[in-house]
């Protein structure tokens, strides 16, 4: 090795050392900047100032290599005395206040997101547009919900409604317009009807008529005193029954011609009245149509909230009056938002699908199963206590437990539903009725939560 190769390690070793130094001086001065800022935590802490001053010694004792452990343990500690400070400097009425406005939130976040469901799928008919435009409303009603967050779905829901609004006012215009059609048309049968039948000018034909027969029914008679002669009587009988034949053949003529028009009417009014039907089978269809749609819900087939509401008012008056007991049952599809967020809406209608046919197929012919909003159902049994209910609950989960959901892309979505039930007692409302079910379900959802 040659003299000039040593001098180049030398200084190259310097460097590093140089280097090595400058880096262990930041660190030094960067920990001091932190404790600086703990220092400012003490003019209202100034009990924790032994353990500043602590951390402060072991870095600007430290001559080589800092003794990072150490400094970190103490840090620990004193991080844990600043929370425990202010944590006693809050009292206790108002962290309870601030845990009762969380959960005033909440709660008004879900009757907001029910509300919006309700609108959304059972105030009326939707297309296919306006169904996508509904899915797009959202609330996530966790613990973390936000402002912001309801903000966001207060400007969808409003587009929502504007929309809606263009689609009922044009749905309006449709049927108004048919009225005025059919209304136009029985006008016309009217006036046809009435100068056909009822017109006098056609009564003062007919009486001219019959007075010119007999006025030249009269000439005849009169002829036999006028003229003398068989002849000439005979010529001027002749004469008058030609004039009674051409008075009787213009006639016939002119009753040809009306009824050929009148045919013609008849073929319109025909035309126009088949018109008319054809119109009031649309409507009629339209109005069946519009009825179903708004008792069944579009993506599942089951009965819709519209339908619900109706079912169980009715149920509620028969208890009333008869006192047969039912039951309640509310379903609610665990981390469904997450399942869209993840899989897609299209996986997660495809979910809400399965689970609908699932509950069909689990519960009795005659129980009650409908869609109640977003990813929630309701199922309404008569004569059933609630250890019977809860049996056929089991039942639907172990059949829905053995539907696999599976997403080409993502691979299998785990679907677990929640359920909550309540009996009808003396005095319920649908909506006291309604919040137990629904209380039930959600105990049932946060026990979920802590396994």
Do not use: W
Request: charged content about 35%.
């Amino acid at each position: 090795m040659t003299s000039g190769s040593n001098d180049e390690d030398v200084k190259r070793l310097k460097k590093d050392y140089f280097e090595l130094e400058k880096t262990l001086h930041h660190e030094r001065e960067c920990l001091l900047n932190v404790i600086n800022i703990y220092g400012s935590v003490l003019q209202r802490y100034p009990e924790l100032r032994d353990g500043v001053e602590t951390i402060k010694l072991l870095i600007s004792e430290a001559e080589e290599e800092l003794p990072t452990d150490e400094i970190d343990q103490k840090a620990k500690e004193l991080r844990a005395k600043i929370f425990s400070s202010e944590l006693e400097a809050v009292s206790h009425q108002e962290l309870e206040k601030a845990k009762q406005a969380k959960e005033a939130l909440v709660e008004a976040c879900r009757l907001i997101r029910k509300i919006i469901i309700s609108v959304a799928e059972d105030f009326y008919p939707l297309d296919k547009a306006l169904e996508e435009e509904a899915s797009t409303i959202d609330i996530d009603c966790s613990d973390q919900i936000s402002v912001p967050d309801l903000k966001e779905a207060e400007k969808r829901f409003l587009s929502f409604l504007a929309q809606l609004r263009k689609k009922i006012e044009s749905d309006f215009q449709y049927i108004n317009k048919t009225f005025l059609v059919l209304l136009d048309q029985i006008k016309g049968l009217e006036k046809t009807l009435v100068s056909e039948f009822g017109d006098e000018a056609r009564v003062r034909e007919i009486e001219y008529f019959e007075m010119k027969i007999n006025s030249e029914m009269g000439s005849i008679a009169k002829s036999f005193d006028i003229y003398s002669t068989i002849d000439e009587i005979k010529t001027a009988v002749i004469e008058k029954i030609n004039k009674i034949k051409e008075v009787v053949s213009l006639r016939k003529q002119e009753e040809l011609k009306r009824t050929k028009a009148a045919q013609d009417n008849i073929k319109v009014l025909q035309k126009r009245i088949a018109e008319a039907e054809k119109e009031a089978m649309e409507m009629a269809r339209r109005a069946v149509e519009f009825q179903t749609v708004a008792m069944k819900d579009g993506l599942t087939g089951l009965y819709n909230r519209q339908a619900f509401e109706i079912r169980i008012q009715n149920a509620l008056k028969r208890f009333k009056e008869t006192g047969e007991p039912f039951s309640l049952i509310m379903f609610d599809v665990d981390g469904f938002k997450g399942i869209n967020d993840t899989f897609g809406h299209v996986a997660g209608d495809k979910v809400l699908k399965k689970v609908a046919e699932c509950l069909a197929a689990s519960f009795r012919e005659n129980d009650f199963v409908a869609r109640y909003g977003g990813d929630e159902f309701a199922v309404i049994i008569a004569r059933m206590s609630p250890e019977m209910a809860m049996d056929r609950i089991k039942v639907f989960k172990d059949n829905l437990a053995k539907i696999k959901f599976v997403s080409k892309k993502k691979g299998e979505i785990k679907t677990q539903v929640s359920a909550g039930v309540a009996q009808v007692r003396v005095g319920d409302t649908r909506d006291s009725l309604v919040e137990r079910a629904d209380q039930s379900m959600y105990q049932e959802k946060q026990s979920k939560k802590k396994v």
